[in-house]
């Protein structure tokens, strides 16, 4: 499987949303909503697991519609955010902060450009 990056450096191609969505496995979509709302502490439901990766076209995860940082990639037109000539700005740094992986894989990407 190709190996899809987000704007903030997370691996779509890893995340549960994605995988069950390729499969179209509603299993895998249940299991999902009810790991992500525990950890999340939010009322997510199987249906809301459906993503086809955060800077492609088709279906997104209600949170990466709407998230600032995909948002602004996009309309910068840039591969992910280590492209970014700002990079790393505060709305990315904000961001990273929770997830720190993201900071790993972006400043891979960086080292190779």
């Given at each position: 499987?190709?190996?899809?990056?987000?704007?903030?450096g997370?691996?779509?191609?890893?995340?549960?949303?994605?995988?069950?969505?390729?499969?179209?496995?509603?299993i895998?979509?249940?299991?999902?909503?009810?790991?992500?709302?525990?950890?999340?502490?939010?009322?997510?439901?199987?249906?809301?697991?459906?993503?086809?990766?955060?800077?492609?076209?088709?279906?997104?995860?209600?949170?990466?519609?709407?998230?600032?940082?995909?948002?602004?990639?996009?309309?910068?037109?840039?591969?992910?955010?280590?492209?970014?000539?700002?990079?790393?700005?505060?709305?990315?740094?904000?961001?990273?902060?929770?997830?720190?992986?993201?900071?790993?894989?972006?400043?891979?990407?960086?080292?190779?450009?």
């Amino acid at each position: 499987m190709e190996k899809i990056v987000a704007a903030c450096g997370l691996v779509c191609s890893g995340c549960f949303a994605h995988k069950a969505t390729l499969k179209d496995d509603d299993i895998l979509r249940a299991k999902t909503a009810e790991f992500w709302s525990t950890i999340y502490g939010a009322d997510i439901k199987p249906e809301d697991i459906n993503c086809n990766g955060c800077l492609t076209e088709g279906v997104k995860f209600n949170h990466c519609k709407e998230c600032e940082v995909r948002l602004c990639c996009l309309e910068k037109g840039y591969e992910n955010c280590a492209h970014c000539p700002d990079y790393c700005c505060d709305k990315l740094d904000a961001l990273l902060t929770n997830i720190p992986e993201g900071r790993t894989v972006l400043n891979e990407i960086k080292n190779t450009i």
